[in-house]
């Protein structure tokens, strides 16, 4: 059974970047598509970016410019990384499995973060 | 870039069946995909590919999807249905994009 598990800060300043990890275990993430989602009150369910097994990554056209995801197989975790937030990227934050070629949907999903923007 | 329509709510009696409707341009062009998502809860997959049930939904959860709009059912609908529930597509036009419906709130009487 796969299991993923967000970890990171819960506040983060305006303008500074939010720094996420997903720790997956159950499976290995040199296998399939691994995807970040979040949900806030105001646009509901939102597709951040995925990242691949060889590392290649692909991201929401509106949030490309400040997000950055990457992986560590040796701990088996991948992560995100939002540059410049706003109060508007406040919201509970998803790792997820899926979201490429041969699974265009997700499977397995983390218990998400909530992560508020606020000085 | 792509809108997915569902309508905010749903009431329906123990029993009885929900239909949820997801509409959006040309979507029987597209695989959706339906998430259940409980109070404090992750979202879960009910149905995938239009119509293919994950191991361990019940047959009670089925889906449609003939034309400009996608349907999930829900027979015999039982207390523990009660929740939000979610399409979700993959834009091919921009490639890049996996896109989800806005939501019902359906509610067991």
């Known amino acids: 059974q796969v299991q993923l598990q967000e970890s990171g800060p819960g506040l983060v300043k305006p303008s500074e970047t939010l720094s996420l990890t997903c720790t997956v275990s159950?499976?290995?993430?040199?296998?399939?598509?691994w995807s970040w989602i979040r949900q806030s009150a105001g646009k509901g369910l939102e597709w951040i970016g995925r990242?691949?097994?060889?590392?290649?990554?692909n991201y929401n056209p509106s949030l490309k410019s400040r997000a950055t995801m990457s992986a560590d197989r040796s701990k088996n975790q991948f992560s995100l990384k939002l540059r410049s937030v706003t109060a508007a990227d406040t919201a509970v934050y998803y790792c997820?499995?899926?979201?490429?070629?041969?699974?265009?949907?997700?499977?397995?999903w983390g218990q998400g973060t909530l992560v508020t923007v606020s000085s | 870039s792509y809108v997915l329509t569902q309508p905010p709510s749903l009431s329906v009696a123990p029993g009885q069946t929900a239909r949820i409707t997801c509409g959006g341009d040309?979507?029987?062009?597209?695989?959706v995909h339906w998430y259940q998502q409980k109070p404090g809860q992750a979202p879960v997959v009910v149905v995938y590919?239009?119509?293919d049930r994950p191991s361990g939904i019940p047959e009670r959860f089925s889906g449609f999807n003939p034309g400009n709009t996608a349907t999930l059912t829900i027979t015999r609908v039982e207390a523990g249905d009660e929740a939000d529930y979610y399409c979700?597509?993959?834009?091919?036009?921009?490639?890049?994009?996996?896109?989800f419906g806005t939501g019902t709130k359906v509610t067991v009487l």
């Open positions: 990242i691949y097994t060889s590392g290649s990554t």
């Open positions: 979700q597509v993959w834009d091919s036009i921009s490639d890049h994009d996996y896109v």
């Open positions: 040309i979507i029987g062009s597209k695989s």
């Open positions: 997820a499995r899926g979201g490429g070629s041969g699974q265009r949907w997700f499977d397995s």
């Open positions: 159950g499976a290995s993430i040199s296998s399939f598509y």
């Open positions: 590919d239009d119509r």
